[in-house]
């Protein structure tokens, strides 16, 4: 997606702090962090949303590079993982991506 900017990130195109990468899923960390630890776990592919999502596999690589990015940065233990679906639920970027937070106390119900 040419306008997408999770695409322009993941194509190197627009600077960022990568924290995981691999064949299928990038991870980089957040521009404007709501935790000491607030990274974006996205796949190379462009998917606009959770429900876009029909791959089972990499489904599974996003949450395993979520933990990953959790463990390296020391928050292994006590992570946030939260996934926006569609603009009412907060979704801004139309690129599916992972908000992997950690590193202070989260309450419940988030929002």
Same mark, same amino acid.
């Given at each position: ?8 990130? $993941?194509? #190197?195109?627009?600077?960022?702090? %990568? @924290?995981?990468?691999? &064949?299928? @899923? ?7 962090? #709501? ?5 974006? $776990? $996205? ?6 949303? %959770? ?12 949450? %395993?590079?979520? &933990?990953? @990015? ?11 993982? @939260? $996934? ?17 937070l950690g590193g ?8």
């Open positions: 997606m040419p306008d997408c900017i999770f695409c322009k990130i $993941v194509a #190197r195109e627009i600077p960022s702090q %990568l @924290v995981y990468e691999d &064949t299928d @899923v990038v991870a980089f960390n957040d521009q404007n962090p #709501r935790a000491p630890l607030h990274a974006l $776990v $996205v796949p190379r592919r462009h998917i606009a949303r %959770l429900a876009d999502l029909d791959d089972a596999a990499l489904a599974g690589k996003l949450a %395993l590079a979520a &933990t990953k @990015v959790a463990k390296d940065a020391g928050h292994g233990e006590s992570f946030r993982l @939260v $996934v926006n679906n569609g603009a009412g639920s907060g979704q801004s970027v139309f690129h599916l991506h992972f908000h992997v202070r106390p989260f309450s419940w119900p988030p929002g």
